[in-house]
């Protein structure tokens, strides 16, 4: 009778995403907490310098990655690194065309995050404007560093894959651990966004 182990970093990933989780809990606790003590017609000023059809361009991107990063996993299960046929044909994508196409999108969206960010500040809003611009940085900023470390993370797979002589189990699981952690940002901005942009 045999015994069948979790993959011991797996295990670690999801411990180590629970305690990212905890991070965004105190970010959202702050949020709602300076919310609930500011004047409303003040915030609501503040938050009317938002760009809600941008913000929801910029989401869609991000949201779409995580199919793209889904698609990189499923074809690192099956071993598949690279294409087996035309880069036109998506079916035979292997995982680093669909990594390199998530990684794509995922610097449009620190890209479009850096747009948004230079546009308020134009308009007045920053960081040490008021406590809507405080919570507003600290929050969109710091995971929009999380999205880095996702990118940085994207880099060094593929420079695993691209390394193997024999792409098998070791590389698999660094893509299936990265896209755990890919995934979890994509959750929790689209949390971010559905309180800063639509509830505001």
């Not at 004047?39 to 938050?47: K, L, N, V």
């Not at 809600?52 to 779409?64: E, F, G, M």
Request: proline share 3%; net charge negative.
């Amino acid at each position: 009778m045999s015994v069948n182990r979790p993959n011991p970093v797996s295990v670690g990933t999801i411990v180590w995403l629970a305690s990212e989780l905890m991070f965004f809990a105190g970010l959202f606790a702050m949020y709602f907490t300076i919310r609930s003590v500011m004047p409303q017609e003040e915030w609501a000023a503040q938050a009317d310098h938002l760009n809600i059809p941008y913000a929801t361009l910029n989401t869609l991107v991000l949201v779409a990655s995580s199919f793209t990063c889904q698609a990189g996993v499923t074809a690192a299960e099956r071993f598949q690194p690279v294409r087996t046929g035309s880069i036109f044909n998506l079916a035979r994508w292997g995982m680093n065309e669909w990594i390199s196409l998530t990684y794509v999108m995922g610097a449009f969206f620190i890209g479009g995050q850096i747009f948004e960010y230079a546009d308020l500040v134009e308009h007045g809003l920053t960081i040490a404007s008021s406590p809507y611009g405080s919570v507003f940085f600290l929050t969109t900023g710091f995971h929009g560093l999380h999205v880095i470390g996702g990118l940085l993370a994207f880099l060094f797979l593929l420079g695993r894959s691209f390394a193997a002589k024999n792409f098998g189990h070791h590389e698999a699981t660094t893509g299936i651990v990265t896209s755990y952690y890919w995934h979890f940002v994509d959750v929790v901005w689209i949390a971010l966004f559905m309180v800063i942009y639509i509830l505001r």
